[in-house]
C-alpha cells in the first residue's frame, strides 16, 4: 500500500490518503476503517437532470464525495471493499445526507472473469442440490493452502473410488 499523505495529530485524530496497490492491501484498508470514519473516494454517480422543456434526462458523472461510514463489506473474490453511507459534503450532484455506496478496488484490473463465472456457477449449483458452500478467504492462512490443492475442496457423504488405484477386474477371470 502506497502511503500519499499524512497528517496526524497528537490526539491520533487526523487523515491520511492510502493507494492499495495489493489483495492483501484492500484486507488492510477492511480493518483500519471503522463506522463512523470518513471516507473520501472518486465515484460514479447517476444523476438525473431537467431541461428547460420539462425533460427529464439521466446520465452518469464521476464525483469525489466524502461519507460518513456506515456499513464496510469486503468481497475477498473481487478484492473489493464497499463502504455504504451518508455524504456529509454537498456538491453540484449529491446533497448532504444522501445514501451512497462507493466500492473501492486495486489500482489495477474483478479478476479474471470466466474463472469467476465458472465458481459461481459452481457455487449455485451446489447451493441448487442441497449442499452448503463455504468461501475462505485467500488472504487467510486457510485459502493460501486451498489455493495450492486446487482452491476447491468438497466433503462428501459417500464413498467414491480410490483413483490412484486402478480396479482390477481380470482377477475373477483368471479361475
Known amino acids: 500500500m502506497k502511503l500519499l ?3 496526524i495529530e497528537k490526539d491520533n485524530a487526523g487523515q491520511v ?3 492499495p496497490e495489493e489483495a492483501e492491501d484492500m484486507w488492510h484498508t477492511y480493518n483500519l476503517l471503522q463506522v463512523g470514519d470518513s471516507l473520501r473516494a472518486s465515484t460514479i454517480r447517476k ?3 431537467e431541461s428547460s422543456t420539462g425533460s427529464v434526462g439521466s446520465s452518469r458523472v464521476r464525483t469525489t464525495l466524502t461519507l460518513c461510514v456506515e456499513t464496510i463489506d469486503f468481497d475477498s473474490q473481487a478484492c473489493q471493499l464497499r463502504v455504504k453511507g451518508t455524504n ?3 456538491n453540484q450532484y449529491v446533497k448532504m ?3 451512497h455506496t462507493i466500492e473501492l478496488e486495486l489500482n489495477r484490473k474483478h479478476q479474471d472473469v470466466p474463472t469467476r463465472s465458472r465458481y459461481v456457477r459452481l457455487v449455485d449449483n451446489v447451493r441448487d442440490n442441497g449442499g452448503n458452500v463455504r468461501i475462505f478467504s485467500s488472504l487467510h492462512v486457510s485459502g493460501e493452502q486451498l489455493t495450492q ?3 476447491v475442496a468438497a466433503i ?3 464413498p467414491i473410488a480410490d483413483l490412484s488405484e486402478p480396479e482390477d477386474d ?3 477371470d483368471s479361475d
Open 88 to 90: 456529509i459534503e454537498e
Open 97 to 99: 445526507g444522501a445514501y
Open 156 to 158: 462428501l457423504r459417500f
Open 17 to 19: 490518503t492510502l493507494m
Open 47 to 49: 444523476v438525473q437532470t
Open 149 to 151: 490443492l486446487s482452491g
Open 5 to 7: 499523505h499524512k497528517d
Open 170 to 172: 481380470s482377477s475373477s
